[in-house]
T-cell receptor, first 113, second 115 residues
Framework: DAGVTQSPTHLIKTRGQQVTLRCSPK?????VSWYQQALGQGPQFIFQ???????QRGNFPDRFSGHQFPNYSSELNVNALLLGDSALYLC????????????FGSGTQLSVL | GENVEQHPSTLSVQEGDSAVIKCTYS??????FPWYKQELGKRPQLIID?????GEKKDQRIAVTLNKTAKHFSLHITETQPEDSAVYFC??????????????FGQGTILTVHP
């Protein structure tokens, strides 16, 4: 079992650019959540996808969008990057039946210059 | 929305001592409280969780207690070992209903266990 996998592991972008992060959930999991973790802080909920739809969203602007594919994998897109978007982006998956038990990937470290 | 406060921000103990990390939450509707351990450069890993219908849960050297009235919960690690050194996060959520899997995390506690 590969667990939750994310790509890329590191990414450097400049202000104003757009970025796409990818996540494959743990085998048997159908729900994917995305979190932003700033340095020295706890993860903050961005949104969650289930059945290819955004089911719930945290307090993040519309520049943050996502998608879930039929195989349950997911993408996080961020447009018009700001310096403050620099963070570790974590993907977490869970089975619908016990959706609160989240299994996290190792994250994508995004640096915006 | 939910707000979770975590204390202390750093904790240093000697190997074999106990460590206690405390969290408070604001939303009385929260009913699921997990704890995650994050080693440097690695993913957060679930180490123990508790639901609001239980006051205490133990798993080997780790235990969690919950006081619903006071809206606080604590992580207790006994007989600490150097490999327990990591950042620990508490979290709260409303399991079920429309708030599926939305965890609100505390700010984290850096635990250092000295040999």
């Amino acid at each position: 079992d590969a667990g939750v996998t994310q790509s890329p592991t590191h990414l450097i972008k400049t202000r104003g650019q757009q970025v796409t992060l990818r996540c494959s959930p743990k085998s048997g999991h159908d729900t994917v959540s995305w979190y932003q973790q700033a340095l020295g802080q706890g993860p903050q909920f961005i949104f969650q996808y289930y059945e290819e739809e955004e089911r719930q969203r945290g307090n993040f602007p519309d520049r943050f969008s996502g998608h879930q594919f039929p195989n349950y994998s997911s993408e996080l897109n961020v447009n018009a990057l700001l310096l403050g978007d620099s963070a570790l982006y974590l993907c977490a998956s869970s089975p619908q039946a016990t959706n609160e038990k989240l299994f996290f990937g190792s994250g994508t470290q995004l640096s915006v210059l | 929305g939910e707000n979770v406060e975590q204390h202390p921000s750093t904790l240093s103990v000697q190997e074999g001592d106990s460590a206690v990390i405390k969290c408070t939450y604001s939303d009385s509707a929260s009913n699921y409280f997990p704890w995650y351990k994050q080693e440097l450069g690695k993913r957060p890993q679930l180490i123990i969780d508790i639901r609001s219908n239980v006051g205490e849960k133990k798993d080997q050297r780790i235990a969690v207690t919950l006081n619903k009235t006071a809206k606080h919960f604590s992580l207790h690690i006994t007989e600490t070992q150097p490999e327990d050194s990591a950042v620990y996060f508490c979290a709260a959520s409303i399991a079920g209903g429309t708030s599926y899997g939305k965890l609100t995390f505390g700010q984290g506690t850096i635990l250092t266990v000295h040999p």
